[in-house]
């Protein structure tokens, strides 16, 4: 089994007994534990993972941390566990403390769900009050799995993780700025915005007038460029005929597609297909490459498929009448209908996206 499908069991369990965890022992014996050792560290192996490791702090003789991960008779990653239900943030003083007593270069704070990484960045045997990787296990995407996989005992390399890890902070940190302004602007943002164009005061009553606008245009900027991007990589491609997909709505299996010849004048790729498109990307992105998800717009419908095989169909989208709707693919890959107002509720199935997706991802690792 590949080492994301180790990750995607693992988080299923999450979701299974998270409920039944009442107490921080519980949720470490239940999925803190089976974390390390699915990392393939053997949590039994006392020489390997230490529970319970002594940290005196100053004259505080007795604090222990509750995880060590030992190198070669050394502590290289401390671990301090919670509660599932426990709010991390109130708990980095404590780790912090620990951090800067023992030769550990690296600190994880976890509750079993959200694992924080840290490391001393900005001052050599100082954790660092900002993590450099966040992980949410029931949220995580390929990006991460890739970067927790250095953390995967045969893969482990300080030197390597410590190099990485500025970058994946600070590109952390900058890209939830970005996220930030872009749902958000503030007003220094704004009045940098509007600076090279508006030549008047830019009052407190400037920046609301033109806040809107400018995160109504940030917004269809990031979708005019995606579009731009995907009818670049079109065009680059062999054009081949166009074809018309017909699947009935209510079938057990599709065996056969049955395909007829079309002229490329009758098919129209629009905007909002293209939007709605990188929507359902964006979504299933969590699970797979990006890459994997493609399209094939047919006279019917505009449809999204999973690595390109008809066959393999994830969503189906119906703009073209007056009334907009989205079908997704079931386990029988029978159409689900949902009518949707605009094409940002697409979000609202991000569920049933991913569950239509699983099917195929289900079918390939058999």
């Known amino acids: 089994m590949d080492f994301i499908d180790k990750i995607k069991q693992h988080s299923q369990r999450i979701e299974m007994v998270r409920g039944n965890l009442a107490t921080e022992e519980a949720t470490k014996t239940a999925l803190i534990m089976p974390f390390f050792s699915l990392l393939g560290y053997d949590v039994f192996n006392p020489m390997e993972f230490i529970p319970e490791f002594v940290a005196d702090v100053g004259t505080k003789k007795g604090e222990k941390v509750d995880y060590a991960i030992m190198n070669e008779g050394k502590p290289v990653i401390l671990i301090e566990a919670k509660g599932v239900d426990d709010d991390l943030t109130k708990h980095d003083a ?51 799995v890739a970067e927790l996989k250095k953390f995967t005992k045969d893969k482990f390399d300080i030197d390597t993780i410590f190099n990485t890890a500025s970058e994946l902070k600070y590109s952390n940190l900058i890209k939830a700025q970005l996220n930030s302004q872009l749902n958000n602007p503030s007003d220094e943002f704004v009045r940098f915005i509007i600076g090279d164009f508006f030549t008047g005061v830019k009052t407190a009553n ?16 990031v979708n005019e460029f995606m579009n731009d991007k995907i009818k670049s990589i079109l065009n680059n491609e062999v054009e081949e005929d166009k074809t018309v997909v017909i699947a009935p709505e209510e079938v057990e299996n599709i065996e056969e597609v049955a395909v007829q010849e079309n002229t490329e004048s009758k098919i129209v790729t629009t905007e909002e297909e293209l939007e709605g498109f990188n929507i359902v990307r964006s979504i299933l992105s969590e699970v797979v490459a990006p890459e994997d998800i493609q399209f094939k717009d047919v006279e019917r419908y505009f449809g999204i498929l999973y690595q390109g095989n008809i066959r393999k169909w994830i969503c189906r989208l119906y703009f073209n009448s007056s009334k907009k709707s989205i079908t997704i693919s079931d386990e029988n890959k029978r159409e689900v209908r949902y009518y949707i107002e605009n094409i ?15 099917k195929y991802l289900e079918k390939v690792d058999a």
């Open 344 to 358: 940002s509720d697409i979000y609202k199935y991000k569920n049933e996206l991913l569950s239509s997706l699983d």
């Open 94 to 144: 404590q780790l912090f403390r620990y951090f800067t007593v023992t030769d550990a270069k690296f600190a994880i704070l976890t509750n079993g769900i959200v694992y924080k990484f840290f490391t001393d960045l900005e001052e050599p045997n100082k954790m660092d009050e900002k993590p450099f990787l966040v992980l949410d296990l029931l949220n995580i995407n390929d990006m991460q």
């Open 206 to 221: 400037v920046v609301e007038k033109f806040r809107p606008i400018v995160k109504k245009s940030m917004q269809q900027f």
